[in-house]
């Protein structure tokens, strides 16, 4: 994997890159639409490449490694030949499934004991297993494994886990480095940085996680709950000690306000399942605003769901329509607000590029955050 | 609307043909996907248009009454606008619906009293209400209100019904040639003939419907459950008396095989839920036969769900995917599954046409009946 920096904005830390892999290159700043299960859900492969102009997607290591599991994956030669996307994938490690979805696990130093949520199957993960299981699901990035600390978190616990993540960065970089990925291409490994809202403690992590000299590094344990500000706060910290020569990735976040945020602290890769989850309950995000497609008020609203969409469908399906859709509880509903959600976003982040580009990211940026996060 | 017959085959009555609206031409035999609500389940218009090669789509005129109501599709200025389809749509009557869906119904000479499966709320459809309606939804070829007598139905009872049907049918007549299509292109009204599985019956009530002299007319009370060889008696005898220089509408059918047999006897229109409906539930049809998608002997069958599909997603997509998909209940397995299936449909109707004006039909069919209904 290699990263270029192509513009650094002059009033904040933005900056527009590209990520290149042996799948294609990644223009960052950059979203990526979550596929749990190795694939968008309600979302067609060729949506996310010719409508959507997704670059890359996310595949979740706990959810594929329970189903279709990681030896149909390697039969089928990988989670790209598995689900036809031939653009780059990350996946994460785990961690964070562990811990919010697995009944009844145990952390301990060697690794997590957990039960599957689907048949309580009894399982391990260990940071050697998970690399193993990422080498052979085959992403192009694959994430160390950690612990994604709640919030509210003490700080004793915070710190004693962070070091625990460190401890099992280590052997993630020693199996990653001991092993090859199974099917001819490359693939890298970035490290997490952890430490809760406690700014010793992020600073500490991303020191260490910088120390590691990795190929990216992301930050973990945020949009868990905090509010907005201790977000941003962590980020602008760990950002500003994160080596300034490789891809940050902000895990899990967030909201169109929130990559727009992260994106001016100096991030470059963003995922969240809000974009897919929000649109199959009815929250439609345009380039206007919000829309609640639910309500009465769009019942007989002719109006394209979005007259500004780069996607074609969004020009041309009304609110009426997709409100009858949603209303009615027909799938297509779901689809469309899903790709429309998604374009959305990839068009974000693809418009703030530019602006990097173009030297006028900040008053864009001011005027975005009004008109996105309005309520219409 | 006008028809013209172009090859007819000379072994069977299998019959090649266009269909003429003001929204474009159908090519016949041809299968129509069922749009309930006004969209197809799980399937986007372009994904009609340019996966499946859909000409005609057909949409059910109580569910699009009862939501989203008779009022947002005038103000939207049709079905058409109001889903962005605009090729040609045909709607039945509503008169299935009520007698399967709705709860207490009260069938009266007048017209039939229900209660919206919904809300419970109170309606009233009558002959003249239902030409009103179809008027505002739209469709290119709208359908008159009957009773489909179920399977079994006394000899006595089927008699009085179509006699009403018939009645029913003049009222129709009367009331759409007394109006008027609301956004000025031409709609076309098809009787349809009754008699449940009675010869006598079907003879008068296909003799009736034919001397009404419409356009096209409808063979309906078929497919509602008995055998086979019942509904190809009827649908030959009936097909035999009803003008051979019209389309003949078979409605509700249903496999392959009927599609085919139906063909073979002169039918040039079917529609069914088949196709749609069984995707979600993981049947797939395919050039090779019929595949239960769920079944564990898929889980890591790389090759493609059907090699031979017109369908690009089906060539390229494996089975092992799709099973995973549909296996863990996402979204886009129903939505892979519905294009795969109504694909196959199309695809059908197309190779039946080329045959029957190759003169190859019968030898092809023979072929087709043993390979598309046999269990892989």
Known sequence: MKFRLEAEDQQT????????????????????????????????????????????????????????GTDVLEKAGGLHRFNGWDRPILTDSGGYQVHSLAQIRKIKEEGVEFRSHID????FFTPEGVMDIQRKIGADIIMAFDECTPYPCEMAYAKKSMHMTHRWLERCIKRFRET?????????????????????????????????????????????????????????????????????????VGTPANILE???????????????????????????????????KWKDDFSPIDEFSECEMMRTHTKAFLRHLVHTGEILGAQISSVNNLSLYLWLVREARKKIIDGTFVNWKKEMLVKLMQRL
Not at 38 to 57: C, D, M, W
């Open 262 to 296: 992260g994106i001016a602290l100096g991030v470059d890769m963003f995922d969240c399942v809000m974009p897919t989850r929000n649109a199959r309950n009815g929250m439609i995000f345009t380039t206007q605003g919000i829309i609640n497609i639910k309500n009465e």
């Open 13 to 68: 830390r933005a900056r527009a890159g590209i990520v290149s892999t042996d799948h294609g290159d990644i223009e960052t700043p950059i979203f990526m639409p979550v596929g749990t299960l190795g694939a968008v859900k309600a979302v067609q492969i060729y949506e996310l490449k010719n409508f959507i102009g997704a670059q890359i997607i996310l595949g979740n290591t706990y959810h594929l490694y329970l189903r279709p």
């Open 180 to 252: 090859e990925c199974a099917y001819g291409y490359s693939q890298t490994l970035f490290p997490i940085v952890q430490g809760s809202v406690y700014r010793d403690l992020r600073k500490e992590s991303a020191e260490f996680i910088s120390s590691m000299d990795m190929e990216g590094n992301a930050i973990g344990g945020l949009s868990v709950g905090e509010p907005d500000d201790e977000m941003y706060e962590m980020t602008e910290l760990v950002c500003s000690i994160l080596p300034q020569n490789k891809p940050r990735y902000l895990m899990g």
């Open 120 to 123: 309580g199957s009894k399982h």
